[in-house]
Nanobody, 122 residues
């Protein structure tokens, strides 16, 4: 699976952004999808994930109520709607695909996109 993330940019605190991740190469609906982020000097951390079926999602406590993951299997695309952004959300955001059911562990993901930078100014 090839993954292409897009939609990052500069936004003020309290603003919103929607990231997209387009997949190609294999059957998108066979994979659970996740978003991770990595801030400068920090390890990559789990943000949110959505099950193959799309009926189940799981998010990190730090983004619950603010970020929403969704998928459109017809378009082979997963989205991350980010609202009420905070400066601490500044990071490179990566999408990833996993054959496991629903996981927040990076090593459980088989394919990764190249990342898109989100910068939140205070």
């Amino acid at each position: 699976v090839q993954l292409q993330a897009s939609g990052g940019g500069l936004v003020q605190a309290g603003g919103s952004l929607r990231l997209s991740c387009a997949a190609s190469g294999r059957t998108f609906s066979d994979y659970s999808m996740g978003w991770f982020r990595q801030a400068p000097g920090k390890e990559r951390e789990f943000v949110t994930a959505i099950k193959r079926s799309g009926y189940s999602t799981w998010s990190a406590d730090s983004v619950k109520g603010r970020f929403t993951i969704s998928r459109d299997d017809a378009k082979s695309t997963v989205y991350l709607q980010m609202n009420s952004l905070k400066p601490e959300d500044t990071a490179v955001y990566y999408c990833a695909a996993s054959r496991k059911v629903l996981t927040g562990i990076p090593r459980d993901y088989d394919y990764w996109g190249q990342g898109t930078l989100v910068t939140v100014s205070s």
